[in-house]
């Protein structure tokens, strides 16, 4: 397994950008198709955006469409979650994940390697 830690969660304002990295410790997952999930006070765990791991394919949610990209940098073993115009319901912990496979999907099934998360915060 791929052992994944995020960074860059904060306290934004409302319209505000912040930007998200994964990375494996001590590990590579250049050919891991990546996913980003966050998950509110009281909510299930929902799902943000993913990509193959070129890069060349990707998948939003709805909620996040035209405000979130999910870009990679395989040469630095790291994959992003840009978030911008942000706003208060995008307050959560957001979670990185790694499976073999591209889905294309906004399925949980089938990432089998998790981070510990990290705290967004939006303030209206």
């Given amino acids: ?16 950008s912040l930007r998200l990295s994964c990375v494996p410790p001590g590990r590579t997952f250049s050919t891991y198709a990546m996913g980003w999930f966050r998950q509110a006070p009281g909510k299930e765990r929902e799902f943000v955006a993913t ?4 890069g060349g394919r990707t998948y939003y949610a709805d909620s ?12 630095k073993n ?5 978030l911008n ?19 294309g999907t906004d399925s ?9 998360g990290t705290q967004v ?3 209206s």
Avoid: M
């Fill in 64 to 75: 996040v469409k035209g405000r979130f990209t999910i870009p990679r940098d395989n040469a």
């Fill in 1 to 16: 397994q791929v052992q994944l830690a995020e960074s860059g969660g904060g306290l934004v304002q409302a319209g505000g």
């Fill in 78 to 82: 790291t994959v992003y979650l840009q």
């Fill in 51 to 54: 990509t193959s791991w070129r």
């Fill in 108 to 116: 949980s099934v089938g990432y089998d390697n998790w981070g510990l």
């Fill in 85 to 103: 115009s942000l706003r208060p319901e995008d307050t959560a912990v957001y979670y990185c994940a790694a499976r073999p496979d591209y889905s």
């Fill in 121 to 123: 915060t939006v303030s």
